[in-house]
C-alpha cells in the first residue's frame, strides 16, 4: 500500500491517542459441555499500543490462553462459541517516508496505520470515523484472517515440542512463514519482478508448484530464477535463525525438531513467530518447559528482537516476577474476568484486588521464615454457567452480602490509568447497594 508524505505525518500524529494497536472489547468465549455452558473468558476489554508489552497474568484455567488464541481465531469451533464482543485491529504497514528504517514521522518505528480501504483516511463507521483500517478479528473473513496470522499477528506456544512438525525440518517450517507473507520480496531478491513474473515462478516463490510445474523448474528458462529464489530464501530463513543467536544458523536449519533441546525449540519457534515482522506478538508462556538461565537468555532475546522490530508483545504468564521483568502494564485475570490492570509499577507497588495482593503475598521472598509461605485459599471456581457474583468471593477475605449479589465490573478508583474489579473501591451510593453488606476495608 503506498502513501503519501502528507497521509503519513496526519496518521502518525494521530495514531498514538486515538487508535491503539489493538482493542478487545467484552470478549466473551465460552464452551459447550454435556454439564452446561462453560464461561472460559466473560466479558474481558484490553487495549495495547504500539511497541508496548503487556503482561496478561493468572492462575490455571483462569483464560490467559483462550483470551490470546480468540485472536487468531484458534478455538475449534465447536465445542467453543463466540459468544460475544469484539477484537478490533488496527494493522501498520512500512512508512514510506523512511522505508521502515524510522524517522520523526513515524516516531521512530518505521510504521504508520494503514488508511483505511472503505473511506480512504477520510473516516467513516466502518473505522470509527479514525481514517485508520480497522478490522473485527472475530468476524473478517477466512481469506483475510490468513494475511494477518504470522503476518500481522504472531504467536509462541507454550510447548515448542508439540507445536513444531516432527516431521518437517526447521528450514521446511521456516520456509512455509516467508513463502506465504512474503513471496515477492523473494522474487525481488532473486532478481525477478514480482509484477513480470509468470505463474510457475510466483507459485514456485509461494511454494506451491504442482508435479508438472516442479519438472519445469529443472528446465534451463527456469532454472536458474528457481535457484535464485532458493538462495534468497535459504538466507532469509539463516538471518531469522541468526537473529535468536542460534550458532552456526545452516546446519540448523537441516536438522529436525527431535534433533534439538528445548531452549532451541524455542528459539526457533521465535523466529517462525519474527520472520514476517508482525505488529503484534503473542508470547503463551514461552519459558515455562525451560531451566531459569534459559528462561532470563529467551527473555532478554525477546525484549531485543521488540525493540529491534517495534513489535507490541502480549505476555501470558503466571510467574509474576518475570511479568515484572518485561512489562509495561499488567492485566491481572480470574475466572474468565479481568480483574486488575495497570500499570507494572503501580500494580506491583499498590495492588487493588484482594487477587492481586495474594499473588504478589504468594511469591517467595528473602524475608519470610521457612515454611511460611503465603498461599491463597482454596481453588478458581467452575465456570459452568456461573452466577452473577464475584468470582473471588469463595477465596477472599473481604467477601460480604453484595459480593455475591453484584458481579463488579473495572472501575477506575482514583488512580490514572489504574482499573479494578472489586466492590471495595466502589461507594454503596453509586451502585444502589445496602451500605451494611458492602466489604470492609479494615477485614483481615
Do not use: W
Request: charged share 25%; proline share 8%; hydrophobic share 40%.
Amino acid at each position: 500500500m503506498s502513501l503519501t508524505a502528507d497521509v503519513v505525518e496526519g496518521d502518525a500524529r494521530r495514531a498514538p491517542g486515538a487508535a491503539p494497536l489493538l482493542s478487545i472489547e467484552d470478549l466473551r468465549v465460552h464452551f459447550s459441555t454435556k454439564r452446561g455452558t462453560a464461561h472460559a473468558v466473560d466479558g474481558v476489554t484490553l487495549e495495547m499500543r504500539d511497541g508496548e508489552t503487556v503482561g496478561l497474568v493468572g492462575e490455571t484455567g483462569s483464560g490467559k490462553s483462550v483470551t490470546a488464541r480468540s485472536l487468531l481465531r484458534l478455538v475449534p469451533v465447536p465445542p467453543g462459541i463466540f459468544a460475544g464482543g469484539r477484537a478490533l485491529f488496527r494493522p501498520r504497514v512500512a512508512c514510506p517516508a523512511c522505508g521502515g528504517g524510522g524517522c520523526t514521522r513515524c516516531d521512530r518505528t518505521g510504521r504508520i496505520p494503514s488508511r483505511c480501504p472503505a473511506c480512504a483516511g477520510t473516516g467513516c463507521p466502518a473505522c470509527g470515523a479514525s481514517g485508520i483500517e480497522t478490522i473485527d478479528l472475530l468476524r473478517v473473513g477466512e481469506r483475510r484472517l490468513r494475511q494477518i496470522r504470522g503476518n500481522h499477528i504472531s504467536m509462541i506456544f507454550q510447548d515448542p515440542g508439540k507445536a513444531l512438525n516432527p516431521a518437517m525440518t526447521v528450514r521446511a517450517q521456516l520456509a512455509e512463514v516467508f513463502a506465504e507473507h512474503r513471496s515477492r520480496e523473494l522474487l525481488r531478491a532473486a532478481g525477478v519482478d514480482p509484477d513480470d513474473a509468470n505463474l510457475v515462478l510466483r507459485r514456485d516463490a509461494r511454494q506451491r508448484s504442482r508435479f508438472l510445474e516442479r519438472r519445469l523448474l529443472r528446465v534451463p528458462p527456469f532454472r536458474t530464477p528457481h535457484r535464485r529464489l532458493r538462495r534468497a530464501l535459504d538466507d532469509r530463513i539463516a538471518q531469522a535463525l541468526a537473529d535468536t543467536r542460534i550458532p552456526n544458523p545452516r546446519a540448523v536449519m537441516e536438522r529436525y525438531p527431535h534433533e534439538l533441546s528445548g531452549g532451541m525449540k524455542q528459539r526457533v519457534m521465535i523466529a517462525q513467530a519474527l520472520a514476517a515482522d508482525p505488529d503484534l506478538l503473542i508470547a503463551d508462556e514461552p519459558t515455562t518447559a525451560l531451566d531459569v538461565t534459559i528462561q532470563a537468555r529467551i527473555l532478554d532475546l525477546l525484549a531485543d528482537l521488540q525493540q529491534r522490530h517495534h513489535a507490541a508483545v502480549l505476555y501470558i504468564s503466571h510467574d509474576l516476577s518475570l511479568v515484572r521483568r518485561i512489562s509495561d502494564r499488567v492485566a491481572v485475570m480470574y475466572a474468565g474476568r479481568l480483574v486488575e490492570v495497570g500499570s507494572t509499577e503501580q500494580v506491583f507497588a499498590d495492588p487493588l484486588h484482594p487477587y492481586t495482593r495474594g499473588l504478589l503475598g504468594a511469591i517467595p521472598s528473602s524475608a519470610q521464615r521457612r515454611g511460611q509461605l503465603v498461599a491463597i485459599e482454596g481453588t478458581v471456581p467452575e465456570l459452568i454457567d456461573p452466577a452473577d457474583a464475584c468470582r473471588f468471593a469463595g477465596r477472599c477475605p473481604h467477601t460480604a452480602p453484595a459480593c455475591v449479589q453484584v458481579d463488579p465490573a473495572l472501575v477506575a478508583p482514583g488512580v490514572p490509568d489504574h482499573e479494578v474489579a472489586c466492590l471495595l473501591h466502589v461507594r454503596a451510593a453509586e451502585a444502589g447497594l445496602d451500605p451494611a453488606a458492602m466489604p470492609f476495608r479494615g477485614h483481615p
